[in-house]
């Protein structure tokens, strides 16, 4: 299939879609290996820039989805009102932090970390979409793990988990209170 085909028809599956749609579910629709539709993603992502259109590819390890460009934010703001998102409270963002930088995780983990409960916390953020279980450690008890979901990735605008912020060494910090 020619490039523009190809493009226009991914293009039209996402715009239909108007929720993120998993790679390995492009690959079977186009017949295509996971490095040639990663590759074909990265060129019309590229294209898309290049063209300065009012849409962007927002890609993701697992998803893919059709996004605007934040370019012309301004004047969607002034024809629509922003969209309300649900505030993290601080324990919140706090047991999420924890997942997100040491996923998997288990509540005992999490617990271990902020020194207080997470029942809550944990039960809100699954609720929310924002964290999903993973399985279970292999211990005793076998504990639920916890991770991050693309939900949490597209909140935070972040395409990978390792585009989260570098944590400072304890040696620095350590330091800098001296």
């Known amino acids: 299939m020619e ?11 996402l715009y239909v879609s108007g929720e993120p749609i998993s790679i390995v579910e492009l690959q079977r629709v186009f017949d295509m290996t996971a490095l040639e539709m990663r590759s074909t ?23 893919v989805q059709l996004v605007t460009n934040p370019e012309y934010d301004e004047w969607l703001v002034k024809l629509l009102a922003p969209p309300e998102e649900r505030t993290l409270s601080d324990s919140m963002m706090e047991t999420l932090s924890v997942i997100a930088y040491r996923q998997p995780v288990t509540r005992a983990d999490i617990e271990s970390v902020r020194g207080v409960k997470c029942d809550y916390s944990v039960s809100q953020l699954l609720k929310q979409g924002f ?3 993973l399985g279970r450690k292999d211990c005793v008890g076998r504990p639920m793990m916890f991770g991050t979901t693309d939900a949490f990735l ?4 972040l395409h990978s ?7 400072p060494d304890k040696t620095d910090a350590e330091t800098e209170s001296t």
Not at 43 to 56: D, F
Not at 161 to 167: A, H, R, T
Request: charged share 30%; no cysteine; proline share 2%.
């Open 3 to 13: 490039q523009a085909k190809l493009f226009g028809a991914i293009e039209s599956i």
């Open 41 to 63: 993603l990265g060129n019309m992502a590229q294209l898309i820039k290049e063209q300065q259109r009012g849409t962007r590819l927002f890609i993701t390890e697992d998803t």
């Open 131 to 133: 964290i999903k279980e």
């Open 154 to 157: 597209r909140r935070f605008g």
């Open 161 to 167: 988990i390792e585009e989260l912020p570098k944590l």
